[in-house]
């Protein structure tokens, strides 16, 4: 606690003599716990963006035209409702321009 008896939340900061190295070093179970929730949340963002990104090379690999269709949306609600109408290439080249228009108009 502070001199204020409101519970510290953050790490103590303590100097080292001679080599003036800073050392930190969790307090209390909260600010552990802090630590270990902000770590898992880095991970699931970084396998996040891994898997975004290779979402993204095999969309380009294998359906390039629904990248061409839907433009920097591709990782939107919008751009899975066009992935249902039209699951693949194929699809989508059969579909005819009012079909096209149609659903376009339905997804504004």
Do not use: C
Not at 24 to 42: A, F, H, K, V, Y
Not at 67 to 79: I, R
């Amino acid at each position: 606690m502070n001199r204020d008896g409101i519970p510290e939340l953050h790490g103590e900061i303590n100097w080292e003599a001679g080599n003036r190295k800073l050392q930190w070093g969790p307090e209390d179970e909260i600010t552990r716990g802090l630590g270990l929730l902000t770590e898992q949340r880095r991970r699931w963002v970084e396998d996040r963006v891994a898997l975004g990104n290779e979402l993204l090379q095999r969309l380009k690999e294998s359906y390039p035209l629904a990248l061409e269709f839907q433009g920097a949306e591709w990782h939107s609600e919008k751009f899975l409702a066009f992935l249902e109408k039209f699951p693949s290439q194929r699809e989508l080249q059969r579909a005819s321009p009012k079909q096209l228009t149609q659903w376009l108009w339905s997804m504004r």
